[in-house]
């Protein structure tokens, strides 16, 4: 720490920005039947209601931490050591993998806006599953604040989240 941060209080730690990892809709919690993401249990949630395309990008720069063999589910870890978890649909494990498309695998350097994964919608509704898609920080304690979009229309690379970084 140089002279002029000790007596001007340093470098103000940037906001970190997650974009949407989908085009739909942000929607209530309340709708989202698994109280584990309801309830924020693994984290501050949000989640999404997709549109018709049926695609999961990436919402930041980061490396794949996870993608689970059944390809319902991904972890990443943003350059800014965010920790995201992206669950396409609700107990979509059951479907074994089936109707699910990973384009990336562990380790995999990503960047915002790149395509994760395809998933078919119509698999998972025949099957009597939801397609709601949450997406967790679950590293939030890592942080000062966590602060989702209110629900509303989205589209793939529109802000969604604010991370605040401690202070430095």
Same mark, same amino acid.
């Given at each position: 720490?140089?002279?002029?941060?000790?007596?001007?209080?340093?470098?103000?730690?940037?906001?970190?920005?997650?974009?949407?990892?989908?085009?739909?809709?942000?929607?209530?919690?309340?709708?989202?039947?698994?109280?584990?993401?309801?309830?924020?249990?693994?984290?501050?949630?949000?989640?999404?209601?997709?549109?018709?395309?049926?695609?999961?990008?990436?919402?930041?720069?980061?490396?794949?931490?996870?993608?689970?063999?059944?390809?319902?589910?991904?972890? +990443?870890?943003? /350059?800014?050591?965010?920790?995201?978890?992206?669950? +396409?649909?609700?107990?979509?494990?059951?479907?074994?993998?089936?109707?699910?498309?990973?384009?990336?695998?562990?380790?995999?350097?990503?960047?915002?806006? !790149?395509?994760?994964?395809?998933?078919? !919608?119509?698999?998972?509704?025949?099957?009597?599953?939801?397609?709601?898609?949450?997406?967790?920080?679950?590293?939030?304690?890592?942080? /000062?604040?966590?602060?989702?979009?209110?629900?509303? /229309?989205?589209?793939?690379?529109? !802000?969604?989240?604010?991370?605040?970084?401690?202070?430095?």
């Amino acid at each position: 720490m140089g002279l002029f941060d000790k007596l001007f209080g340093g470098k103000k730690a940037e906001e970190i920005v997650i974009k949407s990892p989908v085009n739909g809709d942000i929607i209530e919690l309340s709708e989202v039947p698994d109280p584990t993401f309801a309830e924020c249990v693994l984290g501050p949630t949000a989640a999404f209601r997709p549109g018709e395309d049926g695609t999961v990008y990436a919402p930041c720069d980061g490396v794949i931490t996870q993608i689970f063999k059944t390809a319902h589910a991904v972890t +990443i870890t943003s /350059k800014d050591k965010v920790e995201l978890l992206i669950h +396409i649909g609700i107990n979509t494990v059951d479907l074994k993998g089936e109707g699910f498309q990973a384009f990336v695998k562990d380790d995999d350097e990503v960047k915002a806006g !790149q395509p994760l994964i395809k998933f078919d !919608q119509q698999i998972i509704a025949n099957a009597g599953l939801s397609n709601l898609i949450p997406v967790v920080i679950c590293n939030a304690s890592d942080f /000062k604040d966590v602060t989702f979009a209110q629900p509303g /229309k989205v589209a793939v690379g529109d !802000q969604i989240c604010t991370v605040q970084p401690l202070e430095q």
